[in-house]
């Protein structure tokens, strides 16, 4: 009989301990974080470079992928439009811009995907797109600049160095010297007076980009197709669009001045 317990007790520490290891196991996959990219997809002008350091700078040239901690510089001529996947989709760069892709990543958590995307504006102008690639995501994506942190819920958004941010599509949340901004479509955050004002160019037009694309859209295709390519899947799976997709994504607004 004490034999026998003996034995049952051994059997209960080991399945107890075999149980323990398989829940870290699992608790540690879930917690993995998964590393974003920024790939270059559109390139205008002849000065574009990036470094990893901040410091030394190379050419960054269509197809270069940028990595969280990367900053990009773009010239007095030149643009860019970059896919970020799952942490953006499109980033669009202006003239003299220098932008820090401070975070990009993504984990699972309780079930939950959460992605976080950070941009750090030194310099310059951006615009783009935020949207999160399924609707139970928590999709964090902020704008760092002088005059505060944008933070973008899923819009079209072009946004200064300074502060300056305008919204066609969905809303930002402007935070800045402890003060909270609600900027709504068709309306422009002036960081130096510190409100919100509706942007003239848009008032009495329709942005063109559009806001609800089904699945069998072609244009949202081109872009699931560009995420596949993104995430890794074999490109034998679906069709090869043109890269100048982007272009037809998003457009940035050309009366945009961050000096007014």
């Given at each position: 009989?004490?034999?026998?317990?003996?034995?049952?007790?051994?059997?209960?520490?080991?399945?107890?301990?075999?149980?323990?290891?398989?829940?870290?196991?699992?608790?540690?996959?879930?917690?993995?974080?998964?590393?974003?990219?920024?790939?270059?997809?559109?390139?205008?002008?002849?000065?574009?470079?990036?470094?990893?350091?901040?410091?030394?700078?190379?050419?960054?040239?269509?197809?270069?992928?940028a990595n969280e901690?990367?900053?990009?510089?773009?010239?007095?001529?030149?643009?860019?439009?970059?896919?970020?996947?799952?942490?953006?989709?499109?980033?669009?760069l202006g003239g003299?811009?220098?932008?820090?892709?401070?975070?990009?990543?993504?984990?699972?958590?309780?079930?939950?995907?959460?992605?976080?995307?950070?941009?750090?504006?030194?310099?310059?102008?951006?615009?783009?797109?935020?949207?999160?690639?399924?609707?139970?995501?928590?999709?964090?994506?902020?704008?760092?600049?002088?005059?505060?942190?944008?933070?973008?819920?899923?819009?079209?958004?072009?946004?200064?160095?300074?502060?300056?941010?305008?919204?066609?599509?969905?809303?930002?949340?402007?935070?800045?010297?402890?003060?909270?901004?609600?900027?709504?479509?068709?309306?422009?955050?002036?960081?130096?007076?510190?409100?919100?004002?509706?942007?003239?160019?848009?008032?009495?037009?329709?942005?063109?980009?559009?806001?609800?694309?089904?699945?069998?859209?072609?244009?949202?295709?081109?872009?699931?197709?560009?995420?596949?390519?993104?995430?890794?899947?074999?490109?034998?799976?679906?069709?090869?669009?043109?890269?100048?997709?982007?272009?037809?994504?998003?457009?940035?607004?050309?009366?945009?001045?961050?000096?007014?």
């Amino acid at each position: 009989m004490t034999r026998a317990l003996q034995l049952l007790g051994l059997s209960f520490f080991f399945w107890q301990q075999l149980f323990s290891a398989i829940a870290q196991e699992v608790g540690s996959s879930t917690n993995t974080v998964f590393s974003g990219k920024a790939v270059l997809r559109v390139s205008k002008g002849s000065s574009l470079e990036c470094a990893i350091d901040g410091t030394t700078w190379k050419p960054f040239k269509v197809g270069n992928v940028a990595n969280e901690g990367t900053t990009i510089r773009t010239g007095p001529d030149s643009s860019a439009y970059l896919f970020l996947g799952r942490n953006g989709p499109v980033l669009w760069l202006g003239g003299n811009t220098v932008l820090r892709f401070e975070i990009l990543s993504s984990w699972n958590s309780n079930g939950n995907r959460i992605i976080k995307t950070v941009l750090d504006l030194k310099a310059g102008q951006i615009g783009g797109q935020s949207r999160a690639p399924n609707v139970s995501d928590e999709f964090i994506y902020q704008v760092k600049t002088s005059g505060g942190v944008a933070e973008v819920q899923e819009a079209d958004y072009m946004a200064c160095q300074n502060g300056k941010t305008g919204v066609m599509r969905g809303s930002v949340n402007m935070v800045c010297a402890s003060k909270s901004f609600s900027i709504d479509p068709k309306q422009i955050f002036n960081p130096m007076i510190q409100q919100v004002q509706i942007w003239s160019a848009l008032k009495d037009s329709v942005w063109r980009n559009k806001t609800s694309i089904s699945p069998g859209h072609q244009r949202y295709q081109i872009a699931e197709s560009f995420r596949r390519i993104h995430d890794g899947w074999p490109p034998q799976l679906f069709r090869p669009e043109p890269l100048c997709s982007h272009e037809r994504e998003f457009r940035p607004v050309a009366d945009f001045k961050c000096e007014n």
